[in-house]
T-cell receptor, first 113, second 111 residues
Framework: DGGITQSPKYLFRKEGQNVTLSCEQN?????MYWYRQDPGQGLRLIYY???????QKGDIAEGYSVSREKKESFPLTVTSAQKNPTAFYLC????????????FGPGTRLLVL | DQQVKQNSPSLSVQEGRISILNCDYT??????FLWYKKYPAEGPTFLIS?????DKNEDGRFTVFLNKSAKHLSLHIVPSQPGDSAVYFC??????????FGAGTRLFVKA
């Protein structure tokens, strides 16, 4: 079964701690994305990657970092610089950056202790 | 600055009736519009789309209408079924990579 997996489903972060959210896809897609969802708001783009070893900032990249060492994987690190990290994080992929349809993972909910 | 707005946070409809979900946008450069559906604890899934050169696209029970002069699109579900109960996101994009999402409308279909 092709798809996108995200782990963990829930993640707790302590003050000053960096945490990493996992995103893996086996769809052979070149492009991958990270979005953040807050109550009452649409999905906001954090980072995107068009191809391995390349990634670009989205609208709200401050306090986040990513890597794209493998085509299948696009992990997101929420750093201590992100002062309001509590949100629902969604990873997505598409065949290419310009391709209209994105495929989403089930999401990770991050909570601050 | 919300370029894509879904002004109704929720909508309740009786099974068998029509559900109409609305979406307004401000950027006239958007050339492609999509609707995604999201169930709890799952990621959004693509439902239906429409290019800006069209004013209607139909797929089974789902029809999307685009009114470019009003910068408005709507999703019609006929007939509505309990399994349609979900959050529906309107999204829009220009020729580039970026997709702008609305805040979503939660649809409840009552049996």
């Amino acid at each position: 079964d092709g798809g996108i997996t995200q782990s963990p489903k829930y993640l707790f972060r302590k003050e000053g701690q960096n945490v990493t959210l996992s995103c893996e896809q086996n769809l052979n897609h070149d492009a991958m994305y990270w979005y953040r969802q807050d109550p009452g708001q649409g999905l906001r783009l954090i980072y995107y990657s068009q191809i391995v070893n390349d990634f670009q900032k989205g609208d709200i990249a401050e306090g986040y970092s990513v890597s794209r060492e493998k085509k299948e994987s696009f992990p997101l690190t929420v750093t201590s610089a992100q002062k309001n990290p509590t949100a629902f994080y969604l990873c997505a992929s598409s065949i290419s950056v310009g391709q209209e349809t994105q495929y989403f993972g089930p999401g990770t909910r991050l909570l601050v202790l | 600055d919300q370029q894509v707005k879904q002004n109704s946070p929720s909508l309740s409809v009786q099974e068998g009736r029509i559900s109409i979900l609305n979406c307004d946008y401000t950027n006239s450069m958007f050339d492609y519009f999509l609707w995604y559906k999201k169930y709890p604890a799952e990621g959004p899934t693509f439902l239906i789309s429409i290019s800006s050169i069209k004013d209607k696209n139909e797929d089974g029970r789902f029809t999307v209408f685009l009114n470019k002069s009003a910068k408005h699109l709507s999703l019609h579900i006929v007939p509505s079924q309990p399994g349609d109960s979900a959050v529906y996101f309107c999204a829009a994009k220009t020729g580039g990579f970026k997709t702008i999402f609305g805040a979503g409308t939660r649809l409840f279909v009552k049996a």
